[in-house]
């Protein structure tokens, strides 16, 4: 590989994506982000289970979704819906359909929020993706097309907003619920709304976990060159 200085790097950088920010690259890697970016979003950030005492404000999930909300989806669909569930109430019903050993982290932490995909997310496209026209009228009958693509679109969508959730300095603790119909039925009902995963989303407190990292795969693992 190319080696060039950091210097060079941050100048290239600069100018190709963001000619008026200043970003500070502070090792010896290939990325456009500093160390302590790279940290807060991936190297060090971890699906949390242990939270501060800390609220997790309107305002951090406003500035969290301010940035998911530009993840790439399919014909800028923007299938994902989500229930912030906060009081004491939505919680127990919520926790009622996890399965025994999520239940407690459900319980722990200071906000779950419930993940879904709007099947009829195609409603949304006359505004979403406006110089095709016709498209909801197109998308209407394609009722098998539309699970598909809304759950491909809102799964990115998550990974977005996991990364957008950090960035904010929240930490989230992704699984799965026991009973999606019921879950649905709790929070989606008079919906097209389709929940598949449940997110909790808090401060970590320390780590945010006692387990250990697992291994990852490396690039030449997952990857060919062609
Ligand atoms: C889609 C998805 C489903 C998951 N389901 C559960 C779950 O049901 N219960 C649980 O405790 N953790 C669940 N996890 C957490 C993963 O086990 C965890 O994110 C993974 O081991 C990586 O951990 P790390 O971020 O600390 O490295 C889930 C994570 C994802 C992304």
Known sequence: MKQIT??????????????NMTITLDSQTALAIGDAEADLLFRAARTTYQWADD????????????????GPTAMNSLPLRFAVVRSAEAKQRLIALMPDGNKPKVEAAPVTLVLGYDHDFHERMGTLFPHAAGIADTFAPQTEKRHEMGALNAHLQTGYLLLALRSAGLAAGPMHAADYAGVDAAFFAGTGVKSFLV????????????FPRLPRLDLDEVATVH
């Open 199 to 210: 997110v909790n989303v808090g401060h970590a407190q320390g780590a945010g976990t006692e």
């Open 6 to 19: 950091v210097e060079a790097r941050i100048t290239a950088v600069t100018a190709r994506v963001a000619p």
């Open 55 to 70: 609220p997790v404000t309107d305002d951090e999930l406003q500035a969290a979704w301010d940035l998911a909300k530009f």
